[in-house]
């Protein structure tokens, strides 16, 4: 990605660019993809299934799985290829296509223009939190020396593996 000279540099072009910087840009590093697509699934009620397998068929629009990739690209910082592997895609021509039909979805749909940016403020804030933990339970195992487990929310992080997984209640 760049040394941290390259960063602050890319961030304040930016920032003088627009004046505003997306949350998205304040992280350098990429929100997993597990998280994302729990996300979704949790924000549109419907399984992890519906969103990583492909649905064929005429005119079937899965908005949901659609967003997840959309947000695999942006917060997650994947490429396409990586992204087909990700949903079950045969090529990563479909997730171009995908993310383009959901970008003319939300032109003409504010309410799914708001959800796709109240879950990128969640994911964004989920993350941090997430990494803020795991910096502060990194230092407290390093002291003990012993590798540790621990739950935030209906989330468990492991710190040997640097994962985040979802807890069913």
Sequence with gaps: MGGD???KKIFRSEEERSGEISGASLIFEEVPAHLIIEEVSKRFGIPVYDITEAKRGKGKKNIPRMVGMRLCQTLGRKKLSDIAKIFNVGHYSTVSS??????KEVESNKKLQNLINILTQDLTRLFLITMNLHRKQKTLCQSVGKPSLFLTG???YDVGRNEVSHIDP
């Design 5 to 7: 000279e390259f960063k």
């Design 154 to 156: 209906t989330f468990r």
């Design 98 to 103: 995908s993310i383009r039909i959901l970008r």
